[in-house]
């Protein structure tokens, strides 16, 4: 119940777009295909990829209110995580029999209610989507190890199809997914799969450029400068650039790669070390030992690899973490491979024995000596931080501001937990089977803390951001406006914010953008015009008086009468 209340809770106001250009980006293609005329806009938008939209298109065409369209778009992202948690429990049926059931559901709960989930599913993101596709894919590599079966080979690469055309970052995973079947497939002997396997990705990267390709010339009509975060794709122009951007800035790679380790560290209550660790175990056996592995042991070393590429990768497309504060813990485009591997994290330190404290004194030893190092690069950076790209530091830092002082409470906590780990490790005695679950509870605890603070810091700019507008869009409707023009001042503003939410909340509206302002007292050109408060300040004639809407920062000039 918790997965469904929480992210629906506040969906009263929900009511339009506030993390702008991203999620005027994936509506952009379902503007498109329902019709509308969004150009001007969206070719001040970075390049978003068309899969998501074209869900969100049917979510328009069914709700033609913008704002309910936004609201089932929620609806939508929360039925996604409910099927998703439904996934995780039918991976621990498989993998951890000997846990009871009741306790596979808890730990498969806990491993999906983390800050980031939660928060991405109150926005017209895809991360829920992209959680419930890797999920799927992790379950369908589980049955083709056990099963061997062609249905489970076209399952996992039609879930990496949908993956790869929602954001081009699943190529990766897409990738993987294609190694690992082969591989399988040769293993077992089973050359019609293996066929199969290399045929249908074949075909799934074909089809994915095509819809790039019809993507950027309808929708974005190629006038848009591209963004290198969103456009990323497994060729051989960027593995290139990958390398040569690791090769010619090493040290801020090393330092880009600490902050997201560090962030999934504390993301994860730390229990990802276990799984990472059994990994090493496992590939150490297979090679030297010639011993089988069995289907833990190969989806255990699944998620590591695809986690670990998909963190490197990230490592590189946050490169210059200088710019944004929260790029240097940036997790967005990985933190979906974190919930299944957190589950079975979960599952390890319930179902091992002696090993797992001194696995997760690791764990702690290392963010002990990163977390003061990462949190000082932090406060370096002067920009501000998005903390729904990465909510567990943001917030902390939203708990407790003062650097010094929330270095001291994280390591204090962090040590009292090291010293525990290691009494339990050495101490036969101190064992028992419930301190998993009194981690668990701590671990939760603080889910709670961070949760609340980051989601009422979004709360208060999502309402920011709508009270901005809303005199704007009530003049606009009341008066039935069809066309007005944006003055954008390109020397402060590379994307028009404003623009694009009123844009969303009237949708047959056509805003034109325009970087100067016409010589309107002479021509009484018969038109709407929309300007901000640094646009205005190049035409002095432009006062606030003579606006017919004047509200925060917002100016409306209409000379249709």
């Not at 050359?191 to 075909?203: E, Q, R």
């Not at 060729?235 to 997201?260: A, E, Q, R, W, Y």
């Not at 309107?520 to 015009?529: C, I, P």
Request: include cysteine; hydrophobic fraction near 50%; charged fraction near 15%.
């Amino acid at each position: 119940m918790i997965i469904v209340i929480v992210p629906l809770i506040n969906i009263k106001s929900f009511c339009g777009l506030s993390l702008l250009n991203d999620e005027f980006g994936y509506w952009a293609t379902a503007g498109y295909l329902n019709g509308f005329s969004w150009k001007d806009l969206i070719q001040l938008t970075p390049y978003y990829a068309s899969g998501y939209g074209f869900l969100l298109s049917i979510l328009l065409w069914i709700f033609p209110q913008p704002e309910l369209a936004y609201k089932a778009s929620i609806i939508l992202n929360v039925v996604f995580l409910w099927i998703s948690f439904y996934y995780l429990i039918r991976i621990g049926n498989l993998v951890f029999p000997d846990i009871k059931k009741n306790f596979r559901v808890l730990i498969a709960a806990v491993s999906i209610l983390i800050p980031q989930t939660l928060l991405y599913s109150q926005y017209s993101w895809p991360e829920p989507l992209l959680l419930l596709l890797y999920v799927s894919i992790s379950y369908s590599m589980i049955l083709l190890v056990k099963y061997r079966s062609t249905k489970y080979i076209c399952e996992g690469i039609f879930a990496c199809f949908i993956l790869t055309i929602i954001h081009p970052r699943g190529q990766f995973i897409l990738f993987l997914y294609i190694l690992m079947a082969a591989s399988l497939s040769i293993r077992h002997r089973s050359y019609v799969n293996t066929g199969l396997v290399i045929s249908l990705a074949a075909f799934s990267v074909i089809i994915g450029l095509l819809l790039k390709e019809w993507t950027l010339i309808h929708v974005w009509s190629f006038k848009s400068g591209y963004s290198g975060m969103n456009t990323i794709s497994f060729d051989s122009t960027s593995v290139g650039g990958f390398i040569n951007s690791i090769i010619s800035h090493p040290n801020l790679f090393i330092i880009s790669l600490m902050g997201k380790a560090e962030a999934s560290l504390l993301t994860t209550g730390f229990v990802i070390v276990l799984p990472i660790i059994e990994s090493i175990n496992s590939c150490k056996a297979t090679i030297f030992n010639k011993s089988k592995n069995s289907s833990l042991d190969l989806l255990i070393i699944w998620l590591v690899i695809s986690f670990a590429l998909m963190m490197v990768l990230t490592s590189i497309r946050t490169l210059f973490w200088m710019e944004r504060k929260d790029n240097l813990v940036y997790m967005r485009y990985f933190d979906f491979c974190l919930i299944p591997l957190m589950f079975i994290g979960w599952g390890l330190f319930i179902q091992m024995k002696r090993n797992k404290y001194i696995y997760l004194a690791f764990g702690l030893i290392a963010s002990l000596i990163s977390f003061p190092y990462v949190i000082q690069k932090i406060a370096e950076i002067p920009t501000g931080f998005n903390y729904i790209c990465s909510s567990y530091i943001g917030g902390l830092l939203l708990a407790i501001p003062d650097q010094n002082q929330l270095v001291q409470t994280v390591q204090i906590v962090q040590s009292i937990l090291l010293a525990g780990t290691l009494i339990l490790f050495l101490n036969q005695k101190w064992k028992t089977h419930y301190i998993p679950y009194v981690w668990m509870l701590l671990y939760a605890g603080m889910n709670g803390i961070i949760y609340f603070n980051v989601n009422n810091k979004l709360l208060e700019n999502r309402s920011t951001d709508l009270d901005r507008i809303a005199e704007v869009v009530n003049y606009i409707s009341n008066n039935s406006i069809h066309e007005l023009d944006y003055l954008l001042d390109v020397q402060t503003e590379s994307y028009p914010y404003d623009a694009k939410l009123i844009q969303f909340l009237n949708p047959e509206l056509e805003i034109n953008v325009i970087t100067e302002f016409p010589k309107y007292f002479e021509t009484k050109d018969s038109t709407v015009y929309l300007v901000n408060r640094e646009s205005r300040k190049n035409y002095p004639a432009l006062t606030s008086e003579n606006a017919d809407v004047s509200t925060k920062g917002l100016f409306l000039y209409d000379f249709t009468d």
